[in-house]
């Protein structure tokens, strides 16, 4: 069994930390993302997200009665500027498993996509080669409302990223166990435990069909603060009697 205890780990379920371990939970249990004998891969980035997700995960560890174990991964690349040492000491203080990978960089036609799914290979060829049936990734509320919107708006679909999908054949599902928690709750989270986050960025810039709907949301919240959870909830809301056939 996979032994994550440290002196840190007596921390009180109290303000913001209570509320986003038990969002957390309520993701695990409605979607089924984590069951016993489990081993699960973590995507690593350096960011919020994903050490959020991992000290959660040792909290889980700790106070729910189900065996099972994580190993995190993180893919470094040369243009995304991230402390890896600050992340490799958080590794080795809360005495977590973990795997540093490398993507290197093609002559040719680099961009969000072609980042994204070479990570995303290496996550898949890493789960296998450990022997993880699930990988967790760090998505939260706000990245899967922005995508929904994106989809909409962009692409002329109804679609976005699902809290748990299961891929090739059921060999690996993907779990997204931050999917009811928004940015701002992580991030104080974060700050409250002291987690050594960095706000990493990419040298090729930022994806500007992103952030227009990331304003786009801002002020719509103005009015409606509940707009991200209307949005996340709206596609379990389909009303197929009032759309076109």
């Known amino acids: 069994m996979l032994d994550t205890s440290t002196k840190k780990d ?4 109290r303000g913001v930390i209570k509320y986003v371990y038990k969002k957390m939970g309520k993701a695990i249990l409605d979607y089924s993302m984590i069951n016993p004998g489990d081993k699960v891969l973590v ?6 997200d994903s050490l959020s997700l991992l000290k959660l995960f040792i909290m889980r560890k700790k106070r729910v009665p189900i065996d099972f174990e994580f190993i995190a991964c993180m893919v470094s690349t040369d243009f ?3 402390d890896t040492n600050a992340v490799i000491n958080f590794f080795n203080e809360n005495n977590i498993p973990f795997l540093i990978k490398e993507l290197k960089l ?3 036609g680099i ?3 072609w980042c994204s799914w070479n990570r995303r290979k290496i996550l898949f060829e890493t789960a296998k080669e450990k022997g993880c049936s699930k990988i967790a990734l ?8 922005e995508t929904i919107m994106m989809n909409l708006v962009f692409f002329g679909e109804v679609s976005s ?4 999908i299961s891929l090739f054949n059921g060999q690996f599902d993907i779990v997204r166990p931050l999917c009811y928690i928004t940015k701002r709750d992580i991030h104080n989270f974060a700050v409250k435990l002291g987690l050594p986050f960095t706000n990493y960025k990419c040298l090729y810039g930022k994806d500007t069909r992103r952030e227009l ?3 786009i949301i801002k002020t719509i919240e103005k009015d409606c603060p509940a707009a991200k959870n209307n949005i996340f909830n709206a596609l379990k809301n389909i009303k197929k009697d009032y759309l076109p056939h």
């Open 213 to 215: 709907v990331k304003n």
């Open 43 to 48: 995507a690593v980035s350096g960011g919020m």
């Open 138 to 145: 760090g998505h939260n509320l706000d990245d899967i409302t």
């Open 10 to 13: 007596n921390i009180k379920l």
């Open 106 to 108: 093609n002559n040719s």
């Open 80 to 82: 995304i500027e991230v």
């Open 111 to 113: 961009n969000c996509f």
């Open 161 to 164: 990223m699902k809290p748990k």
